[in-house]
């Protein structure tokens, strides 16, 4: 059961195809000397090079990696908490009522909880009399928002997997509940605290639709810059950035993947040795 | 002194739920009502349901002359698509999610960063590069002149719109099911199996009732977007083919806000209906087995 017959590697390469195949041409015509999209004349790196020299381009990267990096900061503190406070909350109503509240950006599409904000803050912005009214902050507002969520739930299984006597026997012995708290509670959910920051950041790195309609004019983030070359006639400029986007995804998800191999590899030692036990006792 | 730590930490539990609780209030909840305060009313904030009658009522006339309901024609040509869209990639994504539920665990994780890598690509960036393959001089139909076969034409049609939701949402069918999948009991197939039952059987009976949570939230996750995408219809549709979400950038862009909200309430409100029966389906169908 284990090794794969000969249709099922048969359907896992079609099906692989299907994925790669686009990104790599794009890869590929991103070499290219020509402007084509379908004849390969010559290998080159000058779309690379008029990458490097746009600079509306790098103002966008860099103004990406601000927002996501705010965003997933503010987003993992409050979220934390947060999952601290409903873990503890016995108010049946209202732990219903923060859950609800919780998975409405996770199930609304995103285009409903783009408009949503942006209609909020236009009001609002009115109300004020101000002319434009969304800017860098009212992005940061809508990505902490729908980054919330994923912390959250990364959280509060965590929370919910706690043994509780832990954080009531450190405050017994002397802790204050702050103390104790950040003592006993935080290393243990720490891998859920990790997991919800790194998904906010991928979350509010990748986002285009909230932020399109977010956005102000003055502040263009990677996605949203993507979006406005792939509107004119493009040049394979922005192949190569897909390119380059491409290469430090894989990167990024190889390291994580070598990391997350050692985990199970570690956890599978584990339980031959409780199975050995179990073996040992029984006979 | 245990009564005073007690009541300090149930004090300090609340402290630090509120700032999350004043958030999902102003930035959660308040936004929602907005989409209902200006799809209710016009330009000056009055009452209307003018919005909303503009969405069920407008007509247009299509290009065979023929008058057409506007919105409700975009609304079915969204729903079409993205039903098409969600079953094909429910048909391609189950295989592919059970025969990595199957293999070696090594296997497994290599299979499923190979998917998930796409699927961390920018949505703009996949779909521009099936706009680049389908283009009537792109790179699909270079292929097939040097194979001698006469060029066809995809691009802004409805089936390009379709291979692109296909293309961009299909890991996300896949990765729910395959974690029900590799959850699942191997001991009731083998069971299954010596009770007689054939490979047709298993899979009716066991693996499939057994992995419909998973097929639940796969269609759930590939739906909702299908159907209120507006990059996709505009690139492989050519803007041809106007979809709802198209319709609320549109009216967006051109600074229709009220009439943006009506679409989005509508949407909303639909949505909600549909998710609430497919949950209540898949909660019986559960419950039963």
Known sequence: MNKMNRLSKVYTALIMIFLFAPILILIVFSFNEAKSLSVFSGFSMKWYRELLRDSETLTSVRNTLVLAVSASAVSTIMGTAAAVGINKLRNKYMRAALDTATNIPMINPDIITGISMMLMFVFVGRLFGAATSLNFATMLIAHITFCLPYVILQVLPKLQQMDKSLPEAAMDLGCTPMRAFLKVEVPEIMPGIVTGL???????????????????????????????????????KMYALATIIFFVILALLLISNLSGNEDTRALKEKKRAQKKARKAKVS | ?????????????????????????????????????????DNSFHFTTENITRFFTATSVNSEGAEVHTYLLIFAR?????????????????????????????????????????????????????????????????????????????????SAVVIGMVYDYIPYMIMPIYSIMAKMDNKLIEAARDLGCNNVGVLRRVIFPLSLPGVVSGITMVLIPSISTFYISQKLGNGKFYLIGDAIEGQYVANNLHFAAAIAFVLMVILLACMALMQRYADKKVTVM
């Open chain 2, 78 to 158: 969204s729903l079409k698509l993205a039903v098409i869209s969600t079953v094909i990639c429910l048909l391609l994504g189950y295989p592919m999610a059970y025969i990595i539920s199957k293999a070696s665990s090594r296997t497994q994780s290599i299979l499923l960063t190979l998917i998930m890598i796409p699927m961390w690509m920018n949505f703009l960036i996949r779909t521009y590069a099936w706009m680049t393959i389908l283009q009537d001089t792109g790179i699909l139909n270079g292929f097939l002149a040097r194979l001698g076969i006469d060029p066809v034409h995809i691009i802004g049609t409805e």
């Open chain 2, 1 to 41: 002194m245990k009564k005073n730590s007690s009541l300090k930490s149930s004090l300090l539990s609340k402290m630090v739920l509120a700032p999350y609780s004043v958030w999902a209030v102003l930035f959660i909840l308040v936004p929602l009502v907005f989409v209902a305060y200006y799809a209710f009313t």
């Open chain 1, 198 to 236: 790194i998904m906010a950041f991928t979350m509010s790195l990748d986002d285009f639709v909230i932020s399109y309609f977010t956005s102000g004019n003055g502040f263009q983030t990677l996605p949203i810059r993507i979006y406005n070359m792939t509107k004119k006639t493009v040049t394979p």
